[in-house]
């Protein structure tokens, strides 16, 4: 079975705060992605990458950076948390078409 | 950017009854794929349809894809308790690299015991 895991499942952190947010995959898989998911809007794509130190923008990526310097880990970076970021955050990871998700991290900034 | 709408964005159902949410893209999808969200949980990977005019079924749920390539549907026959939860469709339009997909706002289904 394949497993994503996410670093943190509840995470609450301060305005203008540096945040880390880690997501591990076990099967190889080259594509990860990072989504924001909030009540009415579905899944956001924040971004994505299809290999090792590549970084793709997805539709929201202002506020957030992404780090992926080995291929089973991925990291979303919120460089001054803002209470706008207050949201689930759901990685992600494929090696065909579908996506495979980890639990989810609910990150509250005050 | 790509957008897929997705229709109801609640519905509530008496168990035993039908249930089917609608996804619609402007334009043409290479593939499209459907995901189930239980309360509490993270989106779950449970089908993926890539022909025109494709169908599918698992037990008691139907999917479909348009013969355009536009739209799609899952339709659950005589739900259940345990069918709670939001289905999202997300789909992957021609071109698009690296595997991304765009997301439906999902449906969110309550069924009555």
């Known amino acids: 079975d394949v497993k994503v895991t996410q670093s943190s499942r509840y995470l609450v952190k301060r305005t203008g705060e540096k945040v880390f947010l880690e997501c591990v995959q076990d099967?190889?898989?080259?594509?990860m992605f990072w989504y924001r998911q909030d009540p009415g809007l579905g899944l956001r794509l924040i971004y994505f990458?299809?290999?090792?130190?590549?970084?793709e923008k997805g539709d929201i990526p202002e506020g957030y950076s992404v780090s992926r310097e080995k291929k089973e880990r991925f990291s979303l970076i919120l460089e001054s948390a803002s209470t706008n970021q207050t949201s689930m955050y759901l990685c992600a990871s494929s090696f065909s078409r579908w996506q495979y998700f980890g639990p989810g991290t609910r990150l509250t900034v005050t | 950017g790509q957008q897929v709408m997705q229709i109801p964005q609640y519905q509530h159902v008496q168990e035993g009854e039908d249930f089917t949410t609608y996804c619609n893209s402007s334009t043409t999808l290479s593939n499209i794929q459907w995901y189930k969200q239980r309360p509490g949980g993270h989106p779950v990977f449970l089908i993926q349809?890539?022909?025109?005019?494709e169908v599918k079924k698992q037990k008691r749920l139907t999917f479909q894809f348009g013969e355009a390539k536009k739209n799609s549907s899952l339709h659950i026959t005589a739900t259940q308790t345990t069918d709670v939860g939001t289905y999202f469709c997300?789909?992957?339009?021609?071109?698009?690299?690296?595997?991304?997909?765009?997301f439906g706002k999902g449906t969110k289904l309550s069924v009555i015991p």
């Open positions: 990458s299809y290999d090792v130190k590549m970084k």
């Open positions: 099967m190889d898989h080259e594509n």
């Open positions: 349809l890539v022909k025109s005019g």
């Open positions: 997300a789909g992957q339009h021609s071109g698009a690299g690296s595997y991304q997909l765009t």
